[in-house]
């Protein structure tokens, strides 16, 4: 990768650093200095050791609001730019799909299931429904080729439309479903297993050895019963990595 053309993207708001600064530790360790890391936050949040910027922006107090705020303010200034979630981890050197005339890849949802309704609060919109039937797409890996700010300045308007409690919670991922309705030609596909690969318990050497051989990309650690095994993670990773090198 030549990091004049291409950028890992994440967002972060608080001090409490210590996930984006195992994602930026494994994209270093990696891909050393040949991709760009971009930080996008507000003006408070503390900058995270290892990225190539800072981008800070006047952002809502809702989380939803504020990270679609951030990613259609940054002005994407290179060919390929990977938007992640920041309770990821890399694993091998990220190398995006290409195919002629399409810009924005999409990361569809692995495992489908049915929509608490009630959780975090009531979304009548989820009643009866399945995920894949309303939030088909995760939005933890987006990949865009040249300046695609006008796809996420569209989600943010969709999402400033939708009922308030949208702006807390779901609001980005529905935002895309709604955007993506009947559009999806044109737009390709990250696969799941390999741009977002879900770890929901602690990592083991076997594990992390098969994922890695198998050309896993990213891991996602979603939710707070996932993310308290980053720190194990790393440690593996960088012992693998080590192995590797000798």
Same mark, same amino acid.
């Given at each position: /990768?030549?990091?004049?053309?291409?950028?890992?993207?994440?967002?972060?708001?608080?001090?409490?650093?210590?996930?984006?600064?195992?994602?930026?530790?494994?994209?270093?360790?990696? /891909? +050393?200095?040949?991709?760009?890391?971009?930080?996008?936050?507000?003006? !408070?949040?503390?900058?995270? *050791?290892?990225?190539?910027?800072?981008?800070? =922006?006047? $952002?809502?107090?809702?989380?939803?609001?504020?990270?679609?705020?951030?990613?259609?303010?940054?002005?994407?200034?290179?060919?390929?730019? =990977?938007?992640?979630?920041?309770?990821?981890?890399?694993?091998?050197?990220?190398?995006?799909?290409?195919?002629?005339?399409?810009?924005?890849? $999409?990361?569809?949802?692995?495992?489908?299931?049915?929509?608490?309704?009630?959780?975090? *609060?009531?979304?009548? *919109?989820?009643?009866?429904?399945?995920?894949? *039937?309303?939030?088909?797409?995760?939005?933890?890996?987006?990949?865009?080729?040249?300046?695609?700010?006008? =796809?996420?300045?569209?989600?943010? !308007?969709?999402?400033?439309?939708?009922?308030?409690?949208?702006?807390?919670?779901?609001?980005?991922?529905?935002?895309?479903?709604?955007?993506?309705?009947?559009?999806?030609?044109?737009?390709?596909?990250?696969?799941?297993?390999?741009?977002?690969?879900?770890?929901?318990?602690?990592?083991?050497?076997? @594990?992390?050895?098969?994922?890695? !051989?198998?050309?896993?990309? /990213?891991? @996602?650690?979603? +939710?707070?019963?996932?993310?308290?095994?980053?720190? @194990?993670? /790393?440690?593996?990773?960088?012992?693998?990595?080590?192995?590797?090198?000798?």
């Amino acid at each position: /990768m030549n990091k004049n053309d291409n950028t890992i993207c994440f967002f972060w708001i608080g001090n409490k650093i210590e996930i984006p600064h195992s994602l930026v530790q494994s994209i270093r360790l990696l /891909m +050393g200095d040949n991709v760009n890391v971009i930080q996008l936050t507000n003006h !408070k949040t503390l900058e995270i *050791e290892g990225v190539n910027s800072v981008k800070r =922006f006047d $952002l809502s107090d809702k989380i939803m609001i504020a990270r679609l705020q951030a990613y259609s303010l940054y002005d994407i200034e290179t060919e390929n730019t =990977f938007f992640c979630d920041a309770d990821c981890i890399f694993i091998n050197k990220l190398s995006l799909p290409i195919i002629d005339n399409v810009n924005i890849f $999409l990361s569809p949802r692995l495992i489908d299931f049915k929509i608490n309704y009630n959780h975090p *609060e009531y979304y009548e *919109e989820f009643v009866n429904k399945t995920a894949n *039937e309303v939030m088909p797409f995760l939005f933890c890996a987006i990949a865009t080729k040249g300046n695609q700010q006008d =796809f996420f300045k569209n989600l943010l !308007k969709i999402c400033l439309k939708l009922p308030d409690r949208f702006h807390r919670w779901y609001g980005d991922q529905y935002a895309l479903f709604l955007e993506t309705q009947n559009k999806l030609s044109k737009f390709g596909i990250l696969k799941p297993n390999i741009y977002q690969y879900e770890i929901k318990e602690i990592l083991t050497p076997k @594990h992390l050895e098969d994922i890695y !051989k198998r050309g896993v990309q /990213m891991l @996602h650690f979603k +939710g707070p019963h996932s993310k308290i095994h980053i720190e @194990h993670a /790393m440690v593996l990773l960088n012992y693998f990595i080590d192995k590797r090198r000798e």
